[in-house]
């Protein structure tokens, strides 16, 4: 029976999403229980192909995109895959009219192979939009369930939310996508030359994108409010930590937030939501 397999690809989903990121499994945890699986299936879905131009050095990483983008598009048209990740998430896709969405991401992803420098301020909102906004706006088709009017209202904060995490992840793992990879995002950015005035540039920029994302967080339907407050407030709190050190620790080591700090984010973050003030 095609429901029980089903039901693997939605928990190999899930435990994709958890083996890779303790941050956002805690979050979609705090989702309605209607959403999760379909969060789990886009975060399934972006972290393989995300794996592929990211991590899978030694193999043919073109050759192994080109066969996801298949069969991506395979099970689109017949609605199943035999790859469980992309069983889940096409049924996600057709059910929430994700196809442009997806398509923006796929590009993304097809820059990370053949772009290393993003020079110019187009090329560098254009990989942004694809690789991280657009993986906001597909959450949020999930989270208001078909309401086209509130998905337009909450699609510019959503943007920025995006926009603010893709900026944070560029900037704490610097190191390891300048080194391993041989990636500079930042545009116009001397690496070799990162001051405290470029670094504050940067961060600033950051900022007002969590401030005006902060509005379209506390609009959001009460079955995801929690769960998308959580996310938000870990990556600020990575941001501040990445205010309190120099341009040059920022360049030689990867920032991050420890464990006991996460679970003081999450209840906290749960105290507010019970409180009312989210």
Known sequence: MKETFDKASD??????TEAYSTSFSKGISLLGSSIQPKIYAIYGFVRLADEIVDSFEGYCQEELLAQ???????????????NPVLNSFQKVVCDYELLDLVT????????????????????????????????????L????????KKYEELKPYAIKLGSAF??????????????????TYFPNVNWNDFTEIVKEEILEEVRLEFEEAAIGVKMLPANCKLGVFV????????????????????????????????????????????????
Do not use: W
Not at 113 to 137: C, F, P, R, W
Not at 166 to 183: A, E, P
Not at 243 to 248: E, F, L, M, T
């Open 141 to 148: 088709k999930v989270f208001v369930v078909g309401d086209i």
């Open 166 to 183: 893709q900026k944070v992840n560029f900037l704490r793992d610097i190191q390891d996508d300048m080194l391993r990879l041989g990636r």
């Open 11 to 16: 928990y190999i989903s899930k435990y994709i």
């Open 68 to 82: 996801l983008v298949s069969d991506y598009k395979y099970s689109i048209k017949h609605g199943i895959s035999i």
């Open 231 to 278: 996310a938000y407030t870990y990556y600020l709190s990575l941001l501040k930590k990445l205010s309190k050190k120099s341009a040059q620790d920022i360049l030689d080591k990867r920032t991050r937030v420890p464990d006991v700090s996460k679970l003081y984010i999450l209840h906290k973050s749960q105290l507010q939501y019970k409180l009312g003030l989210l």
């Open 104 to 139: 923006s991401f796929l590009e993304s992803m097809e820059m990370d192979l053949n772009k290393k420098d993003y020079t110019s301020i187009e090329q560098y909102q254009k990989y942004i939009y694809g690789s991280a906004e657009v993986v906001g706006l597909m959450c």
